[in-house]
Structures are given as C-alpha cells and as structure tokens.
C-alpha cells in the first residue's frame, strides 16, 4: 500500500452554518480526503478507500496540515 499524502486542498462554505469543508486531492489516483464541513468526520473517499480506512481522522488531519506547512512541536 502507497503512502498517503495530500498535493492539493480546495475550501468551501457551508452557506447553512458557515462551517468550512474541504476536499483534498492525494498522491493516489481516485482517492480523496473529504470533510462536508457541517461538524461531521474527515475521511477518506474514492477507488481503494478501504486500504486508507485505518487512518484515523486526526492522522488524515495531519497529512492537510503537513501540506500547508503546519509544524507541531513534541
């Protein structure tokens, strides 16, 4: 299984309750991280989803903010 990581993340509204969504392409073909922005999971989408099921949605958080560039300390 290839390692999952995130070349481009693209924002969105939620008119409703101005809740931010996002969906993120990655290195792998068909396959997107996803949150619809109304409080729900991030999680995974797309042809071989299920191989990346195991990640947790703090993990697939991190991989966005690895490609933004955010750095934690410890």
């Known amino acids: 299984m290839k390692q999952l990581k995130v070349i481009g993340v693209q ?4 008119a ?8 993120c392409t990655t290195n ?3 396959l997107f ?3 619809g922005g109304n409080g729900g999971a991030t999680y995974v989408q797309g ?4 191989q990346y099921y195991h990640l947790s949605e703090l993990e697939l958080e991190r ?4 490609f933004e560039g ?3 300390n410890g």
């Open 63 to 66: 991989l966005i903010d690895e």
């Open 70 to 72: 955010v750095h934690y």
């Open 33 to 35: 991280i996803m949150n």
């Open 47 to 50: 042809t071989d989803a299920k």
């Open 28 to 30: 792998i073909e068909d």
């Open 11 to 14: 924002y969105f509204g939620n």
């Open 16 to 23: 409703t309750n101005g809740m931010i969504g996002y969906k």
